[in-house]
Nanobody
Framework: QVQLVESGGGLVQAGGSLRLSCAAS????????MAWFRQAPGKEREFVTR????????FSRDSVKGRFTISRDNAKNTLYLQMNSLKPEDTAVYYC?????????????????WGQGTQVTVSS
């Protein structure tokens, strides 16, 4: 089992920045990839960005490219999401997720472990 705990959400004005963290514990040696998803009220949970735990290869949805950066600190077993130039449409609950599979990309069903989520609100 892998446990994930997010932190760092909050309220920010449009154009501002936030950094989310996700601390992983448990059988972290099983992790192949980690990702950030988000879910706005009344909408489906959507993929934001992904990173492979060992190689650090990243992949992001188009709408966050150039604004959001995913990174990880293997020594601390922590995943990060640096969010810059935030927009009101970025408002959502942000979840980190982990998978032991190389086939885990953008689908929620391919990730076995989830955090509890952290709220990000961007005001206009």
């Amino acid at each position: 089992q892998v446990q994930l705990v997010e932190s760092g959400g909050g309220l920010v004005q449009a154009g501002g920045s936030l950094r989310l963290s996700c601390a992983a514990s448990g059988r972290t040696f099983n992790i192949y990839a980690m990702a950030w998803f988000r879910q706005a009220p009344g909408k489906e949970r959507e993929f934001v960005t992904r990173i492979t735990w060992v190689g650090g290869s990243t992949f992001s949805r188009d709408s966050v490219k150039g604004r959001f950066t995913i990174s990880r600190d293997n020594a601390k077993n922590t995943l990060y999401l640096q969010m810059n130039s935030l927009k009101p449409e970025d408002t959502a609950v942000y979840y980190c997720a982990a998978s032991g599979s190389a086939y885990a990309w953008t689908s929620t069903s391919t990730y076995e472990y989830w955090g509890q989520g952290t709220q990000v609100t961007v005001s206009s």
